[in-house]
T-cell receptor
Framework: DSGVTQTPKHLITATGQRVTLRCSPR?????VYWYQQSLDQGLQFLIQ???????AKGNILERFSAQQFPDLHSELNLSSLELGDSALYFC??????????????FGEGSRLTVL | AQKVTQAQTEISVVEKEDVTLDCVYE???????LFWYKQPPSGELVFLIR??????QNEISGRYSWNFQKSTSSFNFTITASQVVDSAVYFC??????????FGKGTMLLVSP
């Protein structure tokens, strides 16, 4: 158990809908990362937050947005869903340290199926 | 931009065989970190090792060993005496700043009894 909690574990929805994925980082970790894993693209970095502020952005679509709240949990919002958004979405957290390069602790992922 | 290539898509071995997973990376950074993660059938990503570009000393940890060669931009991972529980997808990754990782496509390892 990595200590990172993601909900829901599974989600099935229809095209055009909007969903919210939730992540609670390990106790004491200030950084939260979101990754998408699909058969086509593999594991791709979406976005990172550090103590409530966006720190780095990867291949995140404009239809997707995220935020990190004062209690450090994070939510990833996916809207106008398309079939191609079906994927496993991972959240990860890392301990506070300068310069990055920390080990990431991944949650078990939220599997999204868009029908 | 960082790039990680894992040329082996799938490897099948019989239990107790040794197996090496290849990883070649590209980076413009002079200082960088390399990682291996494991994804068992249950789906979670498990951290295995982190190496920095200053340290080319190879490491052995139990049945696992890593061979980092900066000259060839390779960071290979070997499992000695493989076991069925080693069956998983193994990902090599490089750090792209602020601990964001660029992953390879992964190598699926199947260990049969």
């Amino acid at each position: 158990d990595s200590g990172v909690t993601q909900t829901p574990k599974h989600l099935i929805t229809a095209t055009g809908q909007r969903v919210t994925l939730r992540c609670s980082p390990r106790s004491g970790d200030l950084s939260v990362y979101w990754y998408q894993q699909s058969l086509d693209q593999g594991l791709q970095f979406l976005i990172q937050y550090y103590n409530g502020e966006e720190r780095a952005k990867g291949n995140i679509l404009e239809r997707f947005s995220a935020q990190q709240f004062p209690d450090l949990h994070s939510e990833l919002n996916l809207s106008s869903l398309e079939l191609g958004d079906s994927a496993l979405y991972f959240c990860a957290s890392s301990p506070p340290r300068t310069g990055g390069t920390g080990e990431l602790f991944f949650g078990e992922g939220s599997r999204l199926t868009v029908l | 931009a960082q790039k990680v290539t894992q040329a082996q898509t799938e490897i099948s071995v019989v239990e107790k065989e040794d197996v090496t997973l290849d990883c070649v990376y590209e980076t413009r950074d002079t200082t960088y970190y390399l990682f291996w993660y494991k994804q068992p059938p249950s789906g979670e990503l498990v951290f295995l090792i982190r190496r920095n570009s200053f340290d080319e000393q190879n490491e052995i940890s139990g049945r696992y060993s890593w061979n980092f060669q900066k000259s060839t931009s390779s960071f290979n991972f070997t499992i000695t005496a493989s076991q069925v529980v080693d069956s998983a997808v193994y990902f090599c990754a490089t750090e792209s700043g602020y601990s964001t990782l660029t992953f390879g496509k992964g190598t699926m390892l199947l260990v049969s009894p």
